[in-house]
C-alpha cells in the first residue's frame, strides 16, 4: 500500500501557495536548486504552511565551506492544532484509496516521511545572506536552498499508538499492520526535519567568496512564524562577531523586539540565539530579521585572564592509555575569563600532539607516545592571549590489564603507573548500562554498578578484586578515578573485553511434615505445589509447569516464593495413571534455564498406590488368601480391654 501512495501522491501534490523569503519587493536570486524530476510542486511552501505549530526550534550548523549548511527543525504541536495538522496531512492523499477520508493511517505516515524530503526541497527556508555592508532590502539574497537528498522526516505521535479510537485501515490496499485514527484525535504530536543518514547538508547556498572573513548580513523572513527559536552557529573565524541586528516590520526598525543573544564557543565557532515571533492577526504585515557580522576587531578588548580554577604551573594532565585523541577532561570551560569568548591553545615541541576543545569546552588531546609538554594560554576571538603562558605535561599516567577470576563472579583489575606521577590512588568498580533503564526514569543511560574498592597502586601494579555483584550477564565495563599530587584527576572508564557469564536459576520446592510435595484439594482433582526459585545474577525468571501433555504458566510469585494450583483433568481425560510426572522449568531473562522433575501420587487412584495391607498380598504362603483389615480387630480389643478395666475396677 505505501509504494502506491507515494506514487499516486507525487502524481497530485501540486501546492499553490506562494510566499518569497524577504519582503515583495526584494527579487530572489535564481540557483539550480529544485531537485529530481518527479512531478511535485511544493514552491512558495513554507515549513509553517504544512505545520501549524505551538512552538519550533530551528537549529542551523554553517559547514566549513561556507557554501552548505545543516537544519534540525523541531516542530511541537498540541491539542487542537495537532487536529489541523493531521487533516492536513489526509488532505495530501486525496483521491487515494484511505486518503483524504478523516482518518490518519500508518501507510499515509510512511508515505509522507518518503515523499516528504521531495516536497521540502522546493520548499522557502526563509533565510538568505548577503555580502558587503549592511543591507535591509531591495538586494538580490543569496537564498539558503533545502537539498534533498540531506532531508530525512521523522514525527512523534502522529498517530498514537494503542488510542482508544485506533482500528485497523479501511482500505483494502491498506499495508500489513496499518492502523488509523481520526484526524480530530488531540493528542500531542512533534514533527521533525532531520539530516538524512551518510549525509553533511541538508541545506545550501552560493559559496560567499569571503568565506565569512569579511562583512555580510544574514536575513530571515519570520511573517506567519508565531513562535520558535533560531539557534545559528557559523564556522571558525578570527573575529567574526554581530555589528548590528534588527526586526523591521514592513521596512520599519522595531525596537520593542529583543536583540538576538551571541557567544563565542570553545570550539571558536560563533553561535546566535534569536527568539523570534510574528503576532497573531498581523498579516499582511512583514516582519524580517536582520543580523550585520564583522570580523573588524571592536574598539576596545580585555586580554582573557586564567581563573583561580586553571591548574597551576607544571599539572599534569592525563590522557588515557593509548595514542591518538582522547578526551582529557570536562572541567576545563571554567580556566579561563574573557567577555569575548576564548580556547585553550597549546603548543608541543614532540611531534604528533595536540589539543582541541569542542563547544561544550570539554578538552581533548591527540597524544603521540608516552608524554609531553605543552605550553599553553586562552585566546579570544580577537587574537587576544593571556598574559602568562603555563606549562602543562599531558601523559598517560597508568597501563591497564584485567582477567576473570576462576569462579567468573570478579574481576582482576591490575593497574599499573607509568612512573609520571609516582604513585597514583585508584578508587574502581565493575560497571555496565542498565536495561531496565526505562523503569527507573533515567532520562539517560542508567548504569548498574559494583562495589567500589580502592588500593594505592605504583610502577609495580596491584591486582583489584572488582566484584560484579548486582550485574546482569554480559559486557561490563571499568570505571574509576586515578589521583595524585599535582596531577588533574583522571577519571576513566575501559572497556577490557570482560563479560559476565550467565548462571541458570535455582529452583526448590517444599515438602509438608509426611514428606510430600504435593498438598491435595479435598475433591482430588488437584493440588498446590510451593517453593522458592532465585536467579544468581538477579535477572527476571518466569516459570512453567508441565504435567498429562498440559501447560500452565500461573504461578502466584512473592519475591522469591512461588506457589501453584495443579488440576489432573487433562491427565484424567488422557488416562493417565498415578503417580503423574509434573516437570517445572525456571527460564531467565538470559535464556538461561533450569528444570525440577518430581513424581506426584494421586491419593484416590483405587488404593493401588498405597501402602494400605487390606489391598497387600498376602506374603506368609499359609492361606493364599486376603487377610481382613486389621481395623476391625483393633476396634474389638481396645473395646474388650477397656471393658475389662472398667469390670476390673468395679470389682
Known sequence: MIPVLIMMLLALVSPSIEMSTLDENETI?????????????????????????????????????????????????NGSKSAIVRDNLDSLFEGVPGGNDDWISTDEREAVRSIGPKCIADMETRLGIREGPSHRGNVDWNDLEFVEDGIALDEVNLVPTGHEQERSCSSP????????????????????????ENQNNNVRFDQLPNQGSSNFTLAMNITNVTDAQLVMTFPVQQGLRISDMGFYD??????????PVSEFLPDGRLRIVADVDYPLGSYPMVRNMFVDFTTTAPFTNDDPIWSTLAPAEGTIIPVGTTNGEMLAT????????????????????????????????????????????????????????????????????????AVLSSDGDVIEFTPTSTGVSSSLTVLANAVQEDRDRDSQG???????????????????GVVMQLSMSGLYPGEVYIEG?????????????????????????????????????????????????????????????SMLLSICDGQTSNFNRDNLAWEIQVSIANCIQNDVESPY?????????????????????????????????????????????????????????VGLVAAGWVSSRRD
Open 481 to 541: 578515578t586515578a589521583t595524585a599530587n599535582g596531577m588533574l584527576d583522571y577519571n576513566f572508564i575501559f572497556d577490557l573485553g570482560i563479560e559476565k557469564m550467565n548462571k541458570p536459576p535455582a529452583i526448590t520446592i517444599d515438602t509438608n511434615l509426611q514428606g510430600e510435595e504435593a498438598e491435595w484439594e479435598l475433591d482430588g482433582l488437584k493440588f498446590t505445589l510451593n517453593g522458592n526459585v532465585i536467579d544468581p545474577d538477579g535477572q527476571d525468571v
Open 173 to 196: 490496499l491498506s499495508g500489513d499492520g496499518c492502523k488509523e485514527v481520526p484526524v480530530t484525535v488531540t493528542d500531542d504530536l512533534e514533527i521533525h526535519l532531520l539530516i538524512a
Open 250 to 259: 514592513d521596512g520599519v526598525l522595531n525596537e520593542n523586539l529583543a536583540a
Open 29 to 77: 536570486q535564481s540557483t539550480s536548486g529544485r531537485q529530481g524530476n518527479l512531478d511535485v510542486d511544493c514552491s512558495g511552501y513554507t515549513f509553517e504552511d504544512l505545520f501549524e505549530y505551538d512552538f519550533a526550534l530551528f537549529t542551523l550548523d554553517i559547514n566549513d565551506d561556507w557554501a552548505t549548511g545543516v537544519m534540525d527543525a523541531k516542530a511541537w504541536v
Open 330 to 401: 570536562e572541567e576545563a570551560g571554567m580556566w579561563i575569563v574573557d567577555e569575548s569568548g576564548w580556547s585553550l591553545q597549546c603548543t608541543f615541541t614532540d611531534a604528533g600532539w595536540d589539543i582541541r576543545m569542542d563547544e561544550f569546552a570539554d578538552l581533548y588531546v591527540t597524544a603521540n607516545g608516552a608524554s609531553a609538554v605543552g605550553q599553553c594560554a586562552g585566546v579570544d576571538a580577537f587574537g587576544a592571549e593571556t598574559e602568562e603562558h603555563r606549562n602543562y605535561t599531558f601523559a598517560k599516567v597508568m597501563d591497564v590489564s
Open 442 to 460: 533515567c532520562d539517560g543511560p542508567c548504569t548498574n554498578t559494583g562495589p567500589e574498592v580502592t588500593a594505592v597502586v605504583d610502577t609495580a
Open 581 to 637: 510426572t509434573v516437570v517445572i522449568v525456571a527460564t531467565d531473562e538470559s535464556g538461561a534455564t533450569t528444570s525440577l522433575t518430581i513424581d506426584v501420587i494421586d491419593p484416590n487412584a483405587g488404593g493401588s498406590d498405597t501402602n494400605d495391607d487390606s489391598s497387600s498380598p498376602d506374603t506368609n504362603g499359609e492361606s493364599g488368601g486376603i487377610l481382613p483389615a486389621p481395623g476391625m480387630f483393633a476396634t474389638l480389643i
